[in-house]
């Protein structure tokens, strides 16, 4: 069995500045609520080698792992995926970038299986993602369109 949740976000900005800002990886600590640092670990090619570190929970635990990310400019899209995974057998995300009616959708598909050691399966999982992706997509739309205010 795996998980698969999925989510779209219309950002009303010019598709330039909404590729650029969310594949700045060194900014993602301002773009999203929950990470506090990014360190690029290295480069091939287009693969960018990254550790993410999370805020501390509300155990005070700080979470990190390591994960790829490779853009493609041309189509507007990324695939990413964990490398330490921890939880996870396999976590993958696909990123899609779409012009829509003055804006950008942005949709992200997030496919995975949780590691069976740990106390909760796919579907607990699938649940809080939606709920956390709402939140990131929210706050992504909000500084993204800041942004787009500003120029």
Do not use: C
Not at 65 to 71: L, M, N
Not at 77 to 92: C, L, Q
Not at 105 to 122: I, K, L, T
């Amino acid at each position: 069995m795996s998980g698969r949740t999925e989510a779209a976000v219309v950002i009303v900005a010019p598709m330039d500045l909404v590729w650029d800002m969310t594949n700045d990886l060194e900014s993602w600590p301002e773009l999203f609520t929950e990470y506090a640092k990014v360190e690029i670990l290295g480069h091939e090619g287009e693969t960018v080698r990254f550790r993410l570190t999370m805020h501390p929970d509300e155990n005070g635990s700080v979470h990190a792992w390591v994960s790829e990310r490779t853009p493609d400019p041309k189509s507007r899209t990324v695939r990413a995926r964990r490398v330490e995974s921890h939880a996870f057998d396999y976590m993958n995300i696909f990123w899609s970038y779409e012009e829509r009616h003055g804006g950008v959708e942005m949709r992200w598909v997030q496919e995975f299986h949780v590691n069976e050691a740990m106390s909760y399966g796919d579907e607990e999982m699938a649940a809080h993602l939606r709920k956390n992706t709402a939140i990131q997509m929210a706050h992504i739309k909000q500084r993204i369109e800041e942004a787009a205010g500003r120029r």
